[in-house]
């Protein structure tokens, strides 16, 4: 207890930021009724005194950010768009316009294909995908902390022109 409550801000470092926000994420873990220990590590590695590490790691495991669940509360709809279709060079518009929540705003946004990150913009091109299906996850969060996820698959064909 007294090295958590010797941490302290200054010009050299954040420790006591830091610790809150690896708190915040350590909490919204426990809340989630997760309990992996290897996952409790990954979530908190990124974490440093920077506010949106906290949503990058929550939004990373799904999970809310602690103490922000409301019965009240009401979950963003997530809404990637319809699945397209191009050919090898052609370029794609993702756009998570169509997205909402009915009772505050969405506050972020992540699309990830596998575990690489995209983009946080909620609308974007994307040019370079190789011949085959591409599934494109969309996360979004609202400003209650609340996760919704939806996915868009993009199909890559040889050839030229428009499918």
């Not at 708190?23 to 996952?39: I, P, Q």
């Not at 794609?92 to 929540?101: E, F, G, P």
């Not at 370079?128 to 969060?141: E, K, N």
């Amino acid at each position: 207890m007294a090295v958590i409550n010797g941490a302290q801000d200054n010009d050299i470092s954040h420790d006591k930021t830091i610790l809150e926000n690896k708190t915040k994420v350590g909490l919204s873990f426990s809340e989630a009724k997760l309990s992996d220990m290897n996952d409790a590590k990954s979530i908190l590695v990124g974490v440093s005194d920077d506010e949106t590490t906290i949503t990058s790691a929550v939004m990373q495991f799904g999970i809310s950010l602690y103490g922000n669940k409301s019965s009240a509360n009401v979950a963003p709809i997530a809404n990637a768009g319809e699945d397209l279709y191009i050919y090898v060079g052609g370029e794609v518009y993702l756009d998570a316009s169509n997205s909402s929540d009915n009772d505050g705003k969405i506050v972020s946004y992540e699309w990830k294909e596998n575990d690489i990150v995209l983009s946080t913009k909620s609308s974007f091109y994307k040019s370079d995908l190789s011949v085959g299906v591409h599934t494109i996850t969309l996360i979004v969060m609202d400003d209650d902390g609340e996760i919704s996820s939806d996915t868009v698959s993009i199909t890559v064909e040889e050839g030229y022109g428009k499918i």
